[in-house]
Structures are given as structure tokens and as C-alpha cells.
């Protein structure tokens, strides 16, 4: 019954690899999140969808390309990995109404990535 | 544009003391505000929010904030802590002015509490 969902939790890769990470929301929310917390903490907001459609695009190298192709899922592939792209990357979601984000987000476990 | 900022890295306090993580932010309309809570390998899990009303917020595990306009502040509270409340902490404020999901997160402040 877990409510938001990432795979795979671990990824272990080497520079210039290409990988997707997973997510999945069983809330019936409507908007999904992609954050990169780096390894102070630090968290960033990368990408949004609302209802399939991308609202919120951060300054982020387009290396990474989200993809929803349904409500429920939300996934982030990344071309040419480099080192710098080692983080915990998790992913979120909530329900906007009529435009307004007055309610919580949902957070995924995360995924951390390791770049060698 | 709007900004969020947790001064304090790190807050120590002795188990059954009150604790205070502060909370400073900048917005140009009315700020929606949030804190979440991290423990160690998990994902944020939300713990209150202010939207309007009443400026005293109650939340989860007997969390509380309070909404101050005027100092644009929303300090998180809790009377008497625990050691399990040991975890990293964000604050969040969304403008009703900007995009309607985007939501900035401050730096965190890691919450210690000695036995």
C-alpha cells in the first residue's frame, strides 16, 4: 500500500551510462515531482507534471528528460551520466486544485545514484 | 521571488526540553508554508502547514508552528522533546503569486536531542 513508489532504490553506474529511474503515485494525485537532494541535503526542485503535462522545467542539463506517460508515473532518464550527477533524487506528488498547490507533497524513499 | 531560509544548521536539545527550529521567509503575495521532516534514508514526510486562519499551526507528532507576518517567520515548536525527533527538517514556502506547484525548500536544519 505504499503510496509513492521509486525503483530501483540503489544505482550504481559508471560516467557516460544511461539510466531511468521509476516512479509510481497510488494517491490519485494529479502533479509529480522530481527533486535532486545533493550531499549536503540540499533540495531542488527539477521537474513537475500536472495531469501529464511538464508546468515546472528547472535550469537542469538536458541530459535529463522526464517522461509521464499516465497520472500515476513519473520517470526521469539520464543520458551520459557524469560525477556531478551523484545524489539522492526523489521523487514526489500532490494534488493541485484549480491552480493552487495548497496541499502537502508525498515523497517517494529515493533513489541514490552513484556515478564512478 | 521567493526565498526560504533555515539559519541554523543544527539544533541540540536535551530530551523533555522545548525545542525551536527557525523558519525565515520572503514572498510577495500571502505565503502558503510547510515543514517536512527527514529521518535517515527516507524520503520527506510532511508535518504541518499554514495557509490561513489561525497563525498557530498543529501538525504531526505533536509538532506546532506559528505564522508570524510580521516577522515573516514560521518557527517550528514542540514542548518537550524526544530522541526519536532526532532528524533533519525543512521548511518550504510556496507565493500565491508563483507557479501553482513549484514550492522552494529551505536548507534544512538537523534537530539532535541528547538523552
Known amino acids: 500500500d505504499t503510496a509513492v513508489s521509486q525503483t530501483p532504490k540503489y544505482l550504481v553506474t559508471q560516467m557516460g551510462n544511461d539510466k531511468s529511474i521509476k516512479c509510481e503515485q497510488n494517491?490519485?494525485?494529479?502533479?509529480m515531482y522530481w527533486y535532486k537532494q545533493d550531499s549536503k541535503k540540499f533540495l531542488k526542485i527539477m521537474f513537475s507534471?500536472?495531469?501529464?503535462?511538464?508546468?515546472i522545467n528547472e535550469t537542469v542539463p538536458n541530459r535529463f528528460s522526464p517522461k509521464s506517460p499516465d497520472k500515476a508515473h513519473l520517470n526521469l532518464h539520464i543520458n551520459s551520466l557524469e560525477l556531478g550527477d551523484s545524489a539522492v533524487y526523489f521523487c514526489a506528488s500532490s494534488q493541485v486544485r484549480a491552480g493552487v498547490a495548497y496541499n502537502e507533497q508525498f515523497f517517494g524513499p529515493g533513489t541514490r545514484l552513484t556515478v564512478l | 521571488a521567493q526565498s526560504v531560509a533555515q539559519p541554523e544548521d543544527q539544533v541540540n536539545v536535551a530530551e523533555g526540553n522545548p525545542l525551536t527550529v527557525k523558519c525565515t521567509y520572503s514572498?510577495?503575495?500571502?505565503?502558503?508554508l510547510f515543514w517536512y521532516v527527514q529521518y535517515p534514508n527516507r524520503g520527506l514526510q510532511f508535518l504541518l502547514k499554514y495557509i490561513t486562519g489561525d497563525n498557530l499551526v498543529k501538525g504531526s507528532y505533536g509538532f506546532e508552528a506559528e505564522f508570524n507576518k510580521s516577522q515573516t517567520s514560521f518557527h517550528l515548536k514542540k514542548p518537550s522533546a524526544l530522541v526519536s525527533d532526532s532528524a533533519l527538517y525543512f521548511c518550504?514556502?510556496?507565493?500565491?503569486?508563483?507557479?501553482?506547484?513549484?514550492?522552494?525548500f529551505g536548507s534544512g536544519t538537523r534537530l539532535s536531542i541528547r538523552p
Open positions: 494517491l490519485g494525485h494529479d502533479t
Open positions: 514572498v510577495s503575495g500571502n505565503p502558503y
Open positions: 518550504a514556502v510556496r507565493d500565491q503569486y508563483s507557479s501553482a506547484s513549484k514550492i522552494i
Open positions: 507534471y500536472n495531469n501529464k503535462e511538464l508546468i
